[in-house]
T-cell receptor, first 116, second 110 residues
Framework: GAGVSQTPSNKVTEKGKYVELRCDPI?????LYWYRQSLGQGPEFLIY????????DSGLPNDRFFAVRPEGSVSTLKIQRTERGDSAVYLC??????????????FGPGTRLTVL | KQEVTQIPAALSVPEGENLVLNCSFT??????LQWFRQDPGKGLTSLLL?????REQTSGRLNASLDKSSGRSTLYIAASQPGDSATYLC?????????FGQGTRLTINP
């Protein structure tokens, strides 16, 4: 497809479990971003990849959260020992260069994570 | 730390009215400002992007302005339609990451 895709669209898990959320960016986009959106709030930045490397992971809330992008395309957000407070919509975005200015971020539909 | 505020949090107007959504930010050192639309259960769609050197951008019935020195932006929607009902989010870019406001939930009543 032409847009950013995310799987699964919904994920329900139990407290303490491990989850992986996947993002397929737009083909050719070098920059990839993860955001988290809680109910009634705007998205909050988690991590930014330029190619295969995490250029800015300052938004990751703690060491239970980790993300990879091994081949510079698909990215996986990994959450260990999930907590109820991790429940949110996780949004992925990609942009052509990550260079600011006119570099528009294109968002996927998100993965709704519910931790019971 | 950059903070973005949107007022009002919710707005309900009759179809056909012109309306203005407001966004303010605390740090004027931005690369650009974007307005997004979010429909329930969906991702974000970029509406307009204003570079830091620009004052406004227009797309159809939408016009966004940027006053960097005062830390303010407005989104003007002309001749509103029921299909404009959605949450509108403002976001500023300091480098690569975006900092979002909480959004304005807009309802256009037929």
């Amino acid at each position: 497809g032409a847009g950013v895709s995310q799987t699964p669209s919904n994920k329900v898990t139990e407290k303490g479990k491990y989850v992986e959320l996947r993002c397929d960016p737009i083909s050719g986009h070098t920059a990839l971003y993860w955001y988290r959106q809680s109910l009634g709030q705007g998205p909050e930045f988690l991590i930014y990849f330029q190619g295969t490397g995490a250029a800015d992971d300052s938004g990751l809330p703690n060491d239970r959260f980790f993300a990879v992008r091994p081949e510079g395309s698909v990215s996986t957000l990994k959450i260990q020992r999930t907590e109820r407070g991790d429940s949110a919509v996780y949004l992925c975005a990609s942009s052509p260069t990550g260079g600011g200015g006119t570099d528009t971020q294109y968002f996927g539909p998100g993965t709704r994570l519910t931790v019971l | 730390k950059q903070e973005v505020t949107q007022i009002p949090a919710a707005l309900s107007v009759p179809e056909g009215e012109n309306l203005v959504l407001n966004c303010s930010f605390t740090d004027s050192a931005i690369y650009n400002l974007q307005w997004f639309r979010q429909d329930p259960g969906k991702g974000l769609t970029s509406l307009l992007l204003i570079q830091s050197s620009q004052r406004e951008q227009t797309s159809g019935r939408l016009n966004a302005s940027l006053d960097k020195s005062s830390g303010r932006s407005t989104l003007y929607i002309a001749a509103s339609q029921p299909g404009d009902s959605a949450t509108y989010l403002c976001a500023v870019s300091g480098a690569q990451k975006l900092v979002f406001g909480q959004g304005t939930r807009l309802t256009i009543n037929p």
